[in-house]
């Protein structure tokens, strides 16, 4: 009881310190401002010769693009924070999205077979951080396994082949397929997650543990932070998005494919990264993270306007990440370097 009592206390002092700390810069972060004149730059780029880029419907569909793996990115915020990557996001995505349609064919009610979905997925990927406690390893080496065993489960499951035969008029289908106001439900979900976990990250003691854990996670553990439980919350939370995800995806397209998902770790890493959120640990920025995964689906829409192979875009990502990575580490070093050691 006492023990309770005193991480609980740690964890109120250690969150107070790291809000103080937090208040006059993040350490290693890229300035929003810059993205978004990025985002300005690639608007041009694409829309001065291709003027249908900028169409209402188009901006419509990469938003909605947008949306499905920027719900993903804003629980990868919080990970890459703990100086920790899930490459599992895609298979449980995937498995989600595949359960779910079984489960409707077979006769479920979609909103539960929706509700089958979104547990299954908070149990998946609290699994990631239980065995990432158990064998004493980081997370991402964990779900490389999981990677595999999860998206192999949605193909055993699927027999490799599309889910088709969705009840359309189902008040699922239409109220989570459809458009409110003009703005597709994916983009309403990605900006109320997106705001409900800016919150939390921001301005709750869970936040701040979570940006502590990242800082120093021997100084957490010392103080008596219970870091394996942080582990297991913040991955549960991580398939709980990606559940979301999967379950918007399979609202709109009604149907699921076991190939969706594929590749969707590597743009949400890159949008986190791009975004600001240092792998050094200890800070993020969710309004970061969705600016990086808008400039992803920008890239990938901008070479299709251009009649550029798609093959090209996997490319592109990839030099991102590399460029992202490599400044991350270069402000680091400066920011280190330049700062003056603070005295005892």
């Known amino acids: 009881m006492k023990g309770g009592r005193a991480a609980s206390q740690a964890e109120q002092l250690l969150a107070a310190k790291i809000a103080t700390g937090r208040r006059f810069g993040r350490i290693g972060r890229f300035d929003e401002g810059?993205?978004?004149?990025?985002?300005?730059?690639?608007?041009?780029?694409?829309?001065?010769p291709h003027p249908e880029f900028v169409d209402p419907r188009s901006i419509v569909t990469l938003l909605r693009q947008t949306a499905f793996s920027g719900i993903i990115a804003f629980g990868m915020v919080y990970l890459i924070s703990m100086v920790e990557i899930d490459l599992s996001v895609g298979a449980i995505y995937c498995w989600v999205a595949t359960v779910a349609a079984l489960l409707i064919n077979s006769g479920f009610d979609p909103w539960l077979a929706a509700l089958a979905g979104l547990v299954s997925a908070s149990l998946l990927g609290a699994l990631n951080g239980v065995l990432a406690n158990v064998l004493d390893v980081p997370i991402i080496i964990v779900s490389l396994g999981t990677l595999?065993?999860?998206?192999g489960a949605a193909l055993i499951l699927s027999g490799g082949r599309a889910i088709t035969g969705m009840p359309r008029q189902h008040s699922f289908f239409v109220w989570f397929g459809s458009e409110w106001l003009g703005v597709p439900v994916p983009v309403w979900f990605l900006a109320s997650v997106g705001l409900a976990l800016h919150v939390v990250f921001r301005h709750t003691r869970f936040g701040a543990v979570v940006r502590s854990i990242g800082s120093n996670i021997e100084a957490a553990r010392f103080i008596g932070i219970r870091v394996g439980r942080y582990r297991v919350m913040v991955t549960a939370l991580v398939?709980?998005?990606?559940?979301?995800s999967g379950v918007l995806t399979l609202a709109f397209f009604k149907a699921s494919d076991p190939s969706i998902g594929t590749g969707l770790e590597l743009q949400v890493v890159a949008a986190v990264v791009i975004g600001g959120t240092s792998l050094a640990g200890g800070t993020g920025t969710l309004l970061g993270a969705f600016l990086g995964m808008l400039v992803i689906s920008m890239i990938g829409s901008g070479l299709v306007f251009y009649g550029v192979s798609g093959n090209w875009a996997q490319f592109v990502t990839g030099v991102v990440i590399v460029a992202a990575i490599a400044l991350d580490r270069t402000i680091k070093r400066r920011r280190t370097a330049t700062t003056p050691m603070e005295s005892p």
Not at 148 to 151: L, R, V
């Open 34 to 48: 810059g993205l978004l004149l990025a985002v300005a730059g690639l608007l041009l780029l694409i829309a001065v």
């Open 239 to 244: 398939g709980l998005l990606c559940g979301v």
């Open 148 to 151: 595999s065993a999860i998206h």
